[in-house]
């Protein structure tokens, strides 16, 4: 085991330096790196940068910070950027791109070998003017519901492609005595975050991505009426005790990594659970027996509106440059390839964006599926919450779930975060 694995290192460095050619020449300079990345993410990353420093002789320096928007706030004022940074989100992304901080990647990439590995939805979203801002390195899926198998397996029901179908399960459900859903929307001083993004996945599936992309800029009210629609949806499922377990009070409570432990009860005490694929490390904690794609698989989240198909919602690492200097050229060109990429999603069990990454990579079948959820998805769109201002992304949103759920009236809550929206924006607190 231990030979396999050393061969497998190897065959991975080859790989990154072979796929890498325009970094292999040696050079005694360096290249700083500014990031969220910590614990099992910067172990990953420095994993990744590995074989680019043997390879180049370029030192990767990183700056790891949980405030980035101050602390490259800071930087930039004071004349000294790093070279490169990972951002955290498109509105970062196209502010600091429209106060020309920037680097336009077209001018770093080959880009007719670029546009081979990458599929346009990629291109499009770091594209702002004309110009293209950030590379992204991996990401994870959002719009997926996981079920056990064999327990749809001995109730005979069959996996629903539309929500309509969906619908109908969940009827035939609750007409056999059974509770369709489980939500968890504790997570400590971030609780709440759940319900967020079955909001937007419902938003991008009722009234398409052109009006998701206005309502995380604030272009459209938080009272508008397809705004509303969306949360009453949600709320029509986690406010109702026959359609989750435990009902409104459970719901508020189930921290959201034990969400998914009722599919798994004999019998299930629900049979649905809507999360991001990163529940499969939570599944697999808390129950370690339990095998991927036997005892636990998911479906995509179904269609709402025929016409808008089903998009993707998920989060993804973003790369940017500040600094034009050869070194963060040859960083880039290798952060680009497949080769690095197969590294940091081999640590980090994220999906490849690279359209070059072998899919044996993932550690399994679900993983596998994932990928091609995402590879296959015409529409892509980042978590709305993450992409907001902090106020109200991670501050009103999240708390205007929680308060929803918890029987507030729909009007309060959406007037509640308008007001913040509105107070944030008009004093330019929306930068971050």
Same mark, same amino acid.
């Given at each position: 085991?231990?030979k396999?694995?050393a061969?497998?290192t190897g065959f991975i460095?080859?790989?990154?330096?072979?796929l890498?050619?325009?970094v292999?020449?040696q050079?005694?300079?360096?290249?700083?790196?500014?990031?969220?990345?910590?614990?099992?993410?910067?172990?990953?990353?420095n994993?990744?940068?590995?074989?680019?420093?043997?390879?180049?002789?370029?030192?990767?320096q990183?700056?790891?910070?949980r405030?980035?928007?101050?602390?490259?706030?800071? %930087?930039?004022?004071?004349?000294?950027?790093?070279?490169?940074?990972?951002?955290?989100g498109?509105?970062?992304?196209?502010?600091?791109a429209?106060?020309?901080d920037?680097?336009d990647?077209?001018k770093?990439f080959?880009?007719?070998?670029f546009?081979?590995? /990458?599929?346009?939805?990629?291109?499009?979203l770091?594209?702002?003017?004309d110009?293209? /801002?950030?590379l992204?390195?991996s990401?994870?899926?959002?719009?997926?519901?996981?079920?056990?198998?064999?327990a749809?397996?001995e109730n005979g029901?069959k996996?629903?492609?539309?929500?309509?179908?969906?619908k109908?399960?969940t009827d035939?459900?609750?007409a056999?005595?059974?509770?369709?859903?489980?939500?968890?929307?504790?997570?400590?001083?971030?609780?709440?975050?759940?319900?967020?993004?079955?909001?937007?996945?419902?938003?991008? %599936?009722?009234?398409?991505?052109?009006?998701y992309?206005?309502w995380?800029a604030h272009d459209i009210p938080?009272?508008?009426?397809?705004i509303k629609e969306?949360?009453?949806?949600?709320?029509?499922?986690?406010?109702?005790?026959?359609?989750?377990?435990?009902?409104p009070?459970?719901?508020?409570s189930?921290?959201?990594?034990?969400?998914?432990n009722?599919l798994?009860?004999?019998?299930?005490k629900?049979?649905?659970?809507?999360?991001?694929?990163f529940?499969?490390?939570f599944?697999?904690?808390?129950n370690?027996?339990?095998?991927a794609?036997?005892?636990?698989d998911f479906?995509?989240?179904?269609?709402?509106?025929k016409?808008?198909g089903t998009?993707?919602l998920?989060g993804a690492?973003m790369?940017?440059?500040m600094?034009?200097?050869e070194?963060?050229?040859k960083?880039?060109n290798?952060?680009?390839?497949?080769?690095?990429?197969?590294?940091?999603?081999?640590?980090?069990?994220k999906i490849?964006?690279?359209? %070059?990454?072998?899919?044996?990579?993932?550690?399994?079948?679900?993983t596998?599926?994932i990928?091609?959820v995402?590879?296959?998805?015409?529409?892509? %769109?980042f978590?709305?919450?993450?992409s907001?201002?902090?106020?109200?992304?991670?501050?009103?949103?999240w708390?205007?779930?929680?308060?929803?759920?918890?029987?507030?009236?729909?009007?309060?809550?959406?007037n509640?975060i308008e007001q913040t929206?509105?107070?944030?924006y008009?004093?330019?607190?929306?930068?971050?």
């Open positions: 085991m231990k396999i694995l061969l497998s460095l080859l790989t990154c330096l072979l890498s050619g325009s292999l020449a050079d005694d300079g360096k290249v700083s790196v500014m990031g969220v990345w910590g614990g099992q993410e910067l172990e990953a990353f994993k990744m940068i590995e074989p680019f420093e043997v390879a180049t002789g370029i030192d990767v990183f700056e790891g910070t405030d980035l928007p101050t602390l490259l706030t800071t %930087r930039l004022q004071a004349g000294n950027p790093p070279d490169v940074v990972q951002l955290t498109l509105g970062m992304m196209k502010g600091h429209q106060e020309g920037l680097v990647l077209t770093v080959d880009m007719d070998t546009k081979k590995d /990458y599929d346009q939805k990629w291109i499009d770091a594209t702002y003017n110009g293209m /801002y950030g992204y390195i990401a994870d899926v959002k719009s997926l519901v996981w079920y056990n198998p064999q749809f397996a029901y996996i629903p492609t539309t929500w309509d179908e969906l109908a399960l035939k459900m609750i056999n005595g059974q509770t369709p859903w489980s939500i968890g929307l504790e997570s400590g001083a971030a609780s709440g975050w759940p319900g967020t993004d079955w909001i937007e996945d419902i938003l991008l %599936r009722t009234a398409g991505p052109e009006v992309d206005k995380v938080w009272t508008d009426d397809r969306a949360f009453q949806i949600f709320g029509n499922i986690a406010r109702d005790s026959k359609q989750v377990w435990g009902g009070i459970t719901v508020l189930t921290n959201f990594g034990e969400a998914a009722p798994f009860d004999n019998p299930p629900a049979y649905l659970h809507r999360q991001a694929s529940i499969t490390s599944i697999k904690d808390n370690p027996d339990l095998e794609g036997k005892d636990f479906f995509p989240f179904p269609p709402i509106k016409e808008l998009p993707v998920g690492d790369i940017s440059m600094n034009d200097n070194e963060a050229r960083f880039m290798y952060l680009a390839s497949p080769g690095a990429q197969t590294i940091w999603i081999a640590e980090l069990g490849g964006v690279n359209n %070059r990454i072998n899919p044996n990579v993932y550690p399994d079948s679900i596998r599926k990928a091609g995402l590879s296959n998805a015409s529409v892509f %769109r978590d709305g919450s993450d907001m201002p902090a106020a109200i992304g991670s501050g009103a949103f708390q205007g779930i929680l308060d929803y759920v918890g029987g507030t009236s729909l009007d309060s809550v959406l509640n929206a509105d107070e944030t008009t004093t330019g607190a929306a930068t971050d």
